[in-house]
């Protein structure tokens, strides 16, 4: 999942779930809104999955989560999630009414809600990838075209994972939103294009010691060996830099 994440501040938690939603209905999509602390969202997955499977018609019955899907998300679970790209209009939308859905299924599809409002559709994208991930693992063998709650939880921790709890704190942001992650992630991708050039450019595979010999053989064979500096004739060798 490639997308970069977004803080909403404190004062956004005030506004009821549809008004969250329709706020960021109306916004450029630009990257996902979370809109709780990511400790609150772990909680919520943490008692969740702490209730055994025989108690969930009375703590988290389809009713209930699917009013809470309704409010955040407004998406027409009769086609939810849509079909992926590139699988011929198949779907991985569980059979039947959403209502008959396995329970834990969509009380972890209202967890995801409660944080991602107005964002179904692009939620609907990522649970699509999720299942194609696990459908990957050769150790899978039930339920392979079809989204479950593991999928879900899947989506909801890769949400989580670069969140910094820290900075989430009531009142320490001074803007509603800030894009976080960004920087990082292009810092990355940055050191992954560089190493696969020059892994390309000798033949090597990218990565591990493999390029770690390509970096000595490069640093062997830059010309020049020394730069001439326009002090006093000191050299520089290769990769020093003049304070």
Do not use: C
């Not at 194609?132 to 150790?139: C, H, S, T, V």
């Not at 810092?187 to 591990?208: C, F, H, I, W, Y």
């Amino acid at each position: 999942m490639r997308s970069f994440f977004v803080y909403i501040m404190s004062t956004f938690s005030q506004l009821t779930r549809k008004e969250k939603r329709d706020v960021i209905r109306g916004e450029p999509f630009d990257g996902v809104q979370v809109t709780m602390a990511p400790k609150s969202i772990r909680d919520l997955l943490d008692t969740l999955a702490s209730i055994p499977n025989n108690k969930l018609a009375t703590t988290h019955p389809a009713s209930a989560s699917l009013a809470l899907i309704d409010d955040n998300w407004g998406v027409d679970m009769t086609s939810f999630p849509p079909p992926p790209p590139m699988y011929g209009g198949r779907t991985f939308r569980p059979a039947g009414d959403a209502a008959t859905w396995d329970l834990r299924l969509l009380a972890t599809l209202a967890v995801l809600s409660e944080f991602t409002q107005g964002q179904g559709d692009y939620m609907g994208g990522q649970i699509n990838s999720a299942v194609e991930l696990r459908n990957i693992d050769k150790r899978t063998k039930k339920n392979l075209g079809v989204v479950i709650a593991v999928d879900v939880v899947r989506v909801i921790r890769d949400l989580l994972h670069p969140l910094n709890e820290d900075e989430y704190k009531e009142g320490a942001l001074p803007a509603r939103k800030r894009k976080a992650g960004f920087n990082d992630r292009r810092q990355s991708e940055r050191k992954n294009m560089k190493a696969t050039e020059l892994a390309v450019d000798t033949d090597m595979p990218v990565g591990g010691e493999a390029m770690e010999k390509v970096e000595k053989k490069l640093r062997k064979t830059r010309l020049p060996d020394k730069v001439e500096s326009d002090s006093e004739e000191e050299m520089l060798a290769p990769g020093e830099r003049m304070e």
